[in-house]
């Protein structure tokens, strides 16, 4: 019979209601046994809601709960390191929200307690268990699209549900740590996780809103294979959320919309009061409806892999380590965003060298092959350089 799993829940936000959500309603043979909140009023009415048997006000009584073999941390990213330490010092598997830390030299002290406690650890980085997602790279896996030349990957909404995460102080940045880490680990799926990310190139700024965090940033990131990384995140996109990539290869593309424009659509004149979708920002005119939630976000894979790795014994597609590197990218990518220069990744490497993207040589009577295409008409044209004069010519079958 598959194992079941006793959890302490730490956090009672928007994420900790998906998590319990998705344990208690599609995992279904998961329980959380005890929830941690900083607040007793909160507590009690997340214990209520999801059927919870205790909640308490303190991390060290939920992470050393008799009955907890897990501990969930979907807490504010200030609050991750001491809660990951306690778990991991009470002996108990630990899973941590995205982003793992404020900076990869946090992420680096939570990889570290974990790893020396020889406990399970895992990222909950959601996105890249998407359906969707999961599809995709099973097809980019098998060669579908060749060498990955380009990944790009974006993420907007309106701006986060709670007061912490647009403190940068508590957060460790706005829309970058908030979104970009998502796009970032989105895009090392697709190249790789051995491709070292080498350096990135990032502009951010704050246009709308009265804050000290970035709610808008665009950036590159360049990795060893020579593939490129791009992500788009902004807290000022009207209209619900986008959740969109793309991979560029060198033999097909794939393009994926995660959110907006999937296939469900619906008008309404406001006379209904449903939910809609996370981020939705109207009750009226179109709408654009998010059939499951927990799975087409992602969480009812993540979970399913998270357990069945720690009841394997191996190590779930998304780990500390990941989470770790993630944060060192994000590094990089405020030291560009000040310095307006590309700036180096750096990171305590673990994924060994990745090889040079490849370029193919083909050769017809002495020339090189650079395009071959059909023309209207049924014939074939080449296009052709001969490497002796370095000229680029035409010919025409």
């Given at each position: 019979?598959?194992?079941?799993h ?56 939920a ?128 190249v ?39 992500f ?8 619900g ?8 290869g060198t ?5 994926l ?7 469900f ?133």
């Amino acid at each position: 019979m598959p194992t079941s799993h006793r959890v302490a829940m730490l956090g009672t936000g928007l994420i900790g209601d998906f998590y319990t959500m998705t344990l208690h309603g599609r995992r279904g043979r998961d329980q959380v046994q005890v929830v941690y909140s900083r607040t007793e009023e909160r507590g009690a009415a997340f214990r209520r809601r999801w059927g919870i048997p205790a909640s308490t006000t303190s991390v060290e009584e939920a992470v050393n709960h008799p009955e907890v073999d897990t501990v969930v941390v979907g807490l504010p990213n200030h609050l991750h390191e001491e809660a990951v330490t306690a778990a991991a010092a009470a002996g108990k598997a630990v899973l941590v929200t995205k982003p793992l830390a404020r900076s990869a030299a946090e992420a680096g002290r939570i990889l570290a307690s974990v790893e020396r406690a020889g406990v399970f650890g895992g990222y909950l980085e959601d996105l890249v268990y998407t359906p969707k997602t999961r599809k995709a790279l099973a097809s980019t896996q098998s060669g579908a699209v060749g060498d990955v030349l380009w990944v790009r990957s974006r993420e907007t909404h309106p701006g986060p549900h709670s007061a912490w995460f647009w403190d940068a102080t508590q957060a460790g940045g706005g829309a970058i740590v908030d979104l970009g880490c998502h796009c970032i680990e989105i895009v090392r799926s697709f190249v790789g996780k051995g491709n070292r990310p080498v350096e990135v190139m990032c502009w951010a700024d704050t246009l709308v809103h009265p804050i000290e965090a970035e709610d808008n940033a665009i950036a590159l990131i360049r990795f060893e294979s020579g593939a490129v990384g791009q992500f788009e995140v902004s807290w000022t996109f009207r209209g619900g959320m986008d959740l969109r990539d793309e991979v560029a290869g060198t033999e097909g593309t794939i393009w994926l919309n995660h959110f907006l424009r999937t296939g469900f659509e619906l008008f309404t004149s406001g006379a209904g009061d449903a939910y809609v979708a996370e981020k939705a920002e109207g009750a009226s005119g179109w709408q654009f409806p998010v059939g499951d939630e927990v799975a087409e976000l992602g969480y009812v894979d993540m979970f399913t892999d998270m357990f069945g790795a720690m009841d394997e014994h191996r190590e779930p597609a998304e780990t500390l380590y990941d989470g770790y590197v993630v944060n060192a990218v994000m590094d990089a990518c405020y030291r560009s965003a000040t310095s307006r220069a590309w700036e180096p990744v750096e990171l305590d490497w673990r994924g060994g060298v990745a090889p040079r993207v490849a370029r193919a040589e083909r050769t017809e009577d002495g020339l090189v092959v650079i395009k071959e295409e059909q023309l209207p008409d049924g014939r074939r044209k080449l296009i052709l350089k001969d490497p002796a004069s370095g000229a680029f010519l035409d010919r025409v079958r």
